[in-house]
């Protein structure tokens, strides 16, 4: 698969779908990478060129060195369009993603037609939550983590349900490598876009999950209110709502992007 050089990272992405039509690009959340869209692939490259990237310090993107900044991750984003030749595209980014998203259409709104927020937050947790996480990851990688990561990522009764689903998001997880997490781990604890979030003007969609723990359906309802003009989805599902509510997830998103 393809790599991009930019000036101090290296990412991975894949570019599919119909060639001529708009591209949608999909950010993957902390402690994961690019496969965790794969339930939407089919359907979306339907209508979309659908470009997938693993965010620097993920997947096969390389791993820079010191913490990282939200405003990091919207660069890498705007140098893959600028190598790829991509004036404006749609943008929908989960968790981790959703701050890059965020972080792009107060910076870089010409960039965006429209964008796509899930499962995110305009402040995603607070230093206390953070730090302590980071202090375990350092010390036990992140398989210290991930058990209770799975457990807020997707529901008791969907992991019940769909064992198999469970251990591959558990496995995407655990081979995050644990510089690039606690590297983007730095990146989210400091961005706060609480009081700015109101600027965007951006056409956008909120998707939240009612079980959601991290960031919660009240965090969406939050961006929804905020953003002029903005939808707003409620899934019955936890973090990961893209894996747990699939077919609906990939619905609102097609459906609000072709509207």
């Given at each position: 698969m393809p790599f991009a050089e930019l000036t101090d990272a290296r990412l991975h992405y894949e570019l599919t779908g119909a060639g001529g039509a708009p591209t949608l690009v999909l950010s993957n959340s902390l402690g994961s990478n690019f496969r965790m869209w794969e339930p939407q692939i089919a359907e979306l490259s339907r209508h979309f060129q659908v470009l997938r990237y693993d965010t620097r310090g993920h997947g096969q993107s390389s791993i820079p060195e010191g913490q990282y900044t939200v405003e990091q991750l919207g660069r890498d984003v705007l140098g893959l369009l600028d190598q790829l030749r991509l004036d404006r595209v749609h943008f929908c980014g989960l968790s981790m993603g959703g701050s890059t998203g965020m972080w792009l259409a107060l910076n870089a709104p010409q960039r965006l037609r429209k964008l796509v927020l899930c499962n995110t937050a305009a402040k995603i947790?607070?230093?206390?939550?953070?730090?302590?996480?980071?202090?375990?990851?350092?010390?036990?990688?992140?398989?210290?983590?991930?058990?209770?990561?799975?457990?807020?990522?997707?529901?008791?009764?969907?992991?019940?349900?769909?064992?198999?689903?469970?251990?591959?998001?558990?496995?995407?997880?655990?081979?995050?490598?644990?510089?690039?997490?606690?590297?983007?781990?730095?990146?989210?604890?400091?961005?706060?876009?609480?009081?700015?979030?109101?600027?965007?003007?951006?056409?956008?969609?909120?998707?939240?999950?009612?079980?959601?723990?991290?960031?919660?359906?009240?965090?969406?309802?939050?961006?929804?209110?905020?953003?002029?003009?903005?939808?707003?989805?409620?899934?019955?599902?936890?973090?990961?709502?893209?894996?747990?509510?699939?077919?609906?997830?990939?619905?609102?998103?097609?459906?609000?992007?072709?509207?």
């Open positions: 947790g607070t230093p206390e939550i953070w730090n302590p996480r980071m202090e375990l990851v350092r010390s036990g990688g992140v398989k210290a983590i991930s058990s209770g990561v799975l457990s807020r990522w997707l529901s008791a009764s969907f992991r019940a349900k769909t064992p198999d689903v469970a251990a591959r998001v558990l496995d995407m997880l655990e081979s995050t490598d644990t510089a690039g997490y606690l590297a983007n781990c730095a990146a989210i604890r400091d961005f706060d876009a609480r009081q700015s979030v109101g600027s965007i003007r951006v056409p956008a969609l909120v998707i939240a999950g009612t079980h959601d723990v991290s960031t919660t359906a009240a965090d969406g309802r939050y961006l929804a209110e905020q953003i002029p003009g903005a939808r707003y989805v409620e899934l019955d599902a936890a973090h990961l709502s893209n894996i747990e509510q699939g077919a609906l997830f990939t619905a609102a998103v097609r459906d609000f992007l072709l509207g």
